[in-house]
Each structure stands twice: as structure tokens, then as C-alpha cells.
């Protein structure tokens, strides 16, 4: 009952818990009143006890081969395929996917979501990882880039690059905008992060292209429409003054969407820590489009060397379901990073982002 509640709405663990509990109770007081308390209270009935058995079998057996196979959508998202996957009792082609025997929760939470490359997230400074002799990238961003960098430096390897990465936690690229809440510190610190960047990496380094993401805002999850409201607007104006800029100094601009992001404090990679099955630790995404992502976009088809891009389904293949393991591996870290295992896998979804647009050389 909690696995089918939670997949019908965005609930919180204490509102699954509660709506499991007021579900189930109401379901089994009604079957005691209208269907067990009569039947076992039949006189005519007590005088045929096999046929009620088997009668009784027979209605449990045709429900589960017949009526719940021809329940669509009883399990959102596609089942798992492969090793480790098992067809459910009675439930037709329903498939689940078991968590791995080798699942180790602690391992993949102290990796964190990101490779150190020998930049720091916390204080702002100009950090070139890889030197090649073709175009110069820039990383730029907040902890969602921070959570990529691994990736891009090996990207930049492969494609002798030059990467200088500018990712900070919790500063988003846009100038002048914070994440909320955020302390004097950390303001302070976003400040420095944007003249470094604008200034300094812009500025000084003039960089071929900049690759920019920022996390998903917490709250965000169900906020898709553009309201107008102050903080909206706040961060409609930072974006474009932020494109403006980057593109004023030559270089191109591939600004990644915000990717999906758990509501409630769900985090999928406790889930797995306590499930038998993969499917009871997805999470859905809305389906309307993010106003952000919209406004990207709109950007996008206004300039010229400008580009938005989509990488939702690299993340989340079965969308608007997002999925914990993605081919063997623990997609997330926590509601809004990926973890760090995933984070390489992205290697030549980077690499296609950047060819297909004739940036690499």
C-alpha cells in the first residue's frame, strides 16, 4: 500500500504513511462488514466448505491473471530488464527490478556527487585543469556543476581541450542572483564567484565556449509557471543579463536545463537503502515545462550562439518517471545531485552536446 501510494502523488513520507494507514484500514473494516463477517455467518455456505474454498481461490486467481494485467499504467515508467529482474506473481508482464545484491548505500554517499579535479567549490579562483591545444571551455555554475566537472575534464581529455572550471556551491552562474536562504558568507562568496568569472575568466582568459547549469531551486518541484512574482523576475533578469554577457565577450554559450529534482526531501538513495525493489524508490517529474526552461529556450531560438539544451532523458530515460538505477548504476546522490558513478557516465552525452554544435574544433 505505501509503494502504491507514493506512485500516485507527490506525497511526503508522513503523508504516504498517513494515507497508507486511513487507505488500509478503511479497506479492511469494509471487507470484514460487506464480505467476510456475511460469509463466514452463512449457514447454507457452512454446509459446502470445499466449494467455497475453491471458489474462493478461483476469483483470487482470475483477478490476478486477468483484471490486474489489464490495469494500464499500474506501475508508472518501464520495468527493469535483465539480470537481477523478476516477473511479479500474478501480475502478468508486470517486471521488477530487485535492488542489486552489491548495493552499498554508505559507499556511494561518502563519494559524494562529484570528482575533486584540484578546483575548489567553496571559494572562487581562476582553475584551468586541462590544458590542449583546442577550444578553450569554461565550467561554470553551481553544485550541479560542480557535480559534472569530473566528466568534463575527462571530456576535455579525450577531445584535447583546454577546461578552466568555475563551479561553486550554492552560487548560480547568473550575475547578482543567490540561492534563498544563503548567509553573508556565501553571499559574499557568489559575489566573488561572479568577478572572477565575468572579469577574470571572460575578461582575461577569453574563452571559446562557456558550458553553464545550475541546480533546480528546492520548491521548485511543482513550480512551473512563470508568476511575476519578485523572485521570479529577479531570476528571469539575472539570466538574461548573465547570456548577455557571456556572448558580449565572444564565446559561445550551451547553458544545460535544470534537471529533475525529488519533491518532500525524497532522496531516492535512501530509498534503495531500505527497498526490495528498484521501482519503489522512482520519483515522477511534472510534466509541464519548467517557465525556466522555457525562458532558455526562448533565448535560445533568439541568439545566435546560444544554446539550450535537454539532457533530461540522459538522467531520467523512462521520463516523466525518473529512475534510481539507470544500466547498473546509482543515479542519484540526493534529490537534486547526481551521484558521482553517474556523473562519469555523462562523458560522451558532453561530448555529443558540444560536436553537434560545432564546438569542438
Not at 577531445?159 to 544563503?182: F, I, K, R, Y
Request: charged share 20%; proline share 5%; with cysteine.
Amino acid at each position: 500500500m505505501i509503494v502504491i501510494v507514493g506512485r500516485l502523488g507527490d506525497f511526503g513520507a508522513w503523508q504516504v504513511a498517513v494515507l497508507s494507514v486511513v487507505v488500509s484500514t478503511g479497506l479492511a473494516a469494509g471487507s470484514a462488514l460487506l464480505l467476510e463477517l456475511p460469509l463466514r455467518e452463512s449457514v447454507t455456505l457452512d454446509r459446502v466448505p470445499r466449494v467455497v474454498v475453491a471458489a474462493g481461490l478461483s476469483v483470487s486467481l482470475l483477478g490476478g491473471l486477468v483484471l490486474v494485467d489489464r490495469v494500464p499504467g499500474w506501475w508508472p515508467g518501464s520495468g527493469g530488464s535483465g539480470e537481477g529482474t523478476e516477473v511479479a506473481s500474478g501480475v502478468g508482464d508486470l517486471v521488477l527490478a530487485r535492488v542489486p545484491a552489491d548495493f552499498d548505500q554508505l559507499a556511494i554517499y561518502d563519494e559524494r556527487y562529484s570528482i575533486p579535479v584540484g578546483c575548489s567549490a567553496e571559494k572562487a579562483e581562476v582553475c584551468t585543469v586541462v590544458e590542449g591545444t583546442g577550444p578553450h571551455v569554461v565550467l561554470v555554475g553551481d553544485s550541479n556543476a560542480v557535480m559534472l566537472q569530473g566528466a568534463m575534464v575527462e571530456m576535455a581529455r579525450q577531445q584535447n581541450l583546454t577546461l578552466t572550471v568555475a563551479a561553486l556551491n550554492g552560487c548560480p552562474w547568473e550575475p547578482d542572483l543567490m540561492h534563498t536562504p544563503s548567509s553573508p558568507d556565501k553571499v559574499e562568496a557568489c559575489r566573488l564567484g561572479d568577478r572572477v568569472f565575468y572579469e577574470e575568466i571572460l575578461g582575461g582568459l577569453h574563452p571559446d565556449v562557456v558550458v553553464a547549469i545550475d541546480v533546480r531551486s528546492a520548491g521548485t518541484e511543482n513550480d512551473t509557471v512563470f508568476t511575476g512574482s519578485e523572485a521570479h523576475q529577479e531570476k528571469r533578469d539575472a539570466l538574461a543579463s548573465g547570456v548577455e554577457r557571456v556572448l558580449a565577450s565572444g564565446a559561445a554559450l550551451v547553458a544545460i536545463e535544470p534537471l529533475p529534482r525529488t519533491g518532500g526531501g525524497f532522496n531516492p538513495l535512501s530509498c534503495l537503502g531500505t527497498a526490495t525493489y528498484q521501482e519503489e524508490c522512482r520519483f515522477k517529474t511534472p510534466e509541464q515545462i519548467y517557465w525556466l526552461k522555457e525562458d532558455l529556450r526562448a533565448l535560445d531560438a533568439t541568439e545566435e550562439r546560444m544554446w539550450s539544451v535537454d539532457l533530461d532523458r540522459v538522467v531520467c530515460p523512462a521520463l516523466p518517471i525518473c529512475d534510481p538505477i539507470v544500466d547498473g548504476t546509482v543515479v542519484r546522490w540526493d534529490g537534486a545531485h547526481l551521484t558521482r558513478r553517474f556523473g562519469m557516465t555523462l562523458v560522451d552525452d558532453l561530448t555529443k552536446m558540444l560536436d553537434d554544435r560545432g564546438l569542438l574544433g
